[in-house]
């Protein structure tokens, strides 16, 4: 509810979009996790420079996402999200 009042339903779909994203290239045991240019990251989600700043670090606030920006060698961003593998289990333990 907090990312879509602060950033309405484009900022709803960018969580489920980064969510989605990090399950696709899961594996069994490991967190979800990817390093990617601040560039690929912004063909992925559609979204500006500065918009995707304001995403990720209103994301990592709320400890949605584990967020970590390097500017060296390409501004690479990792975008992390530990609890998908606990949700993946439970979902998988349910079936």
Do not use: H
Not at 13 to 37: A, C, Q, V, Y
């Amino acid at each position: 509810m907090q990312v879509q009042e602060q950033f309405g339903l484009e900022g709803y779909g960018f969580f489920w979009l980064i969510l989605e994203f990090l399950g696709e290239k899961m594996t069994k045991n490991d967190p979800p996790s990817m390093s990617l240019s601040a560039g690929n990251w912004k063909k992925i989600t559609g979204v500006s420079a500065k918009k995707l700043q304001l995403f990720l670090a209103f994301l990592s606030e709320l400890k949605l996402f584990d967020i970590k920006f390097e500017e060296k060698p390409s501004k690479m961003i990792t975008i992390s999200c530990d609890n998908l593998l606990k949700f993946k289990d439970e979902y998988t333990g349910r079936k």
